[in-house]
């Protein structure tokens, strides 16, 4: 099992819409979760970070973090063509190192 | 304005050669990591360093050096023994490392290596 995994996609959805995107983990002692945004070609831009159970909100995105169920997930509401790109979702492991799913690529249509 | 610079942005290198990244931040941060990426690959950790004068290997150090002689400067080198160097690097800082918390990590724009 991957520490961290994500689905590799590609999610396509319509502009207006809402994208989802899910992460799950598998170490329990993890604390710190992060979202991070990669256009094609460039580095990764951090977007969200989440360190409690529930909600955050950061204008058109939410993170959400459930630590029973060890998942995390990113909604992007009112999806713009200029949200296309990998989201990248990493968390927190042993010895304070990030570790770093494989990422989803979502494609926002017009 | 405070940020993490890399050079070059492109790099193209010969079999058998050494080449060294650059990696320069003025975020007055302890922490610092790099990292390679493949294509439609996530990242993978090569090394890091916590302080000046110390780093530890990451993932995958196997073929590649680093030095942290300044805060602000951790230079990679990948030598003729890193077997398929072909990559994007990148390069990120984080104020400091502490286990399992917080530890916000923010990216140099990269470096893409070829091996001709």
């Known amino acids: 099992q991957k520490e961290v995994e994500q689905n590799s996609g590609p999610l396509s959805v319509p502009e207006g819409a809402i994208a989802s995107l899910n992460c799950t983990y598998s170490?329990?002692?993890?604390?710190?979760f992060f979202w991070y945004r990669q256009y094609s070609g460039k580095s990764p831009e951090l977007i969200m970070s989440i360190y409690s159970n529930g909600d955050k909100e950061d204008g058109r995105f939410t993170a959400q973090l459930n630590k029973a169920s060890q998942y995390v997930s990113l909604l992007i509401r009112d999806s713009q063509p200029s949200d296309s790109a990998t989201y990248l979702c990493a968390v927190i492991g042993q010895g304070g190192k990030l570790i770093f799913g494989q990422g989803t690529e979502l494609s926002v249509k017009p | 304005d405070g940020g993490i610079t890399q050079s070059p942005k492109y790099l193209f290198r010969k079999e058998g050669q050494n080449v060294t990244l650059s990696c320069e931040q003025n975020l007055n941060h302890d922490a610092m990591y790099w990292y390679r990426q493949d294509p439609g690959q996530g990242l993978r950790l090569i090394y890091y360093s916590q302080i000046v004068n110390d780093f530890q290997k990451g993932d995958i150090a196997e073929g590649y050096s680093v030095s942290r002689e300044k805060k602000e400067s951790f230079p990679l080198t990948v030598t003729s023994a890193q077997k398929n160097p072909t990559a994007f690097y990148l390069c990120?800082?984080?104020?400091?490392?502490?286990?399992?918390?917080?530890?916000?990590?923010?990216f140099g724009p990269g470096t893409r290596l070829t091996v001709l």
């Open positions: 990120a800082s984080s104020t400091h490392l502490r286990a399992r918390s917080y530890n916000e990590q923010f």
């Open positions: 170490d329990r002692g993890s604390q710190s």
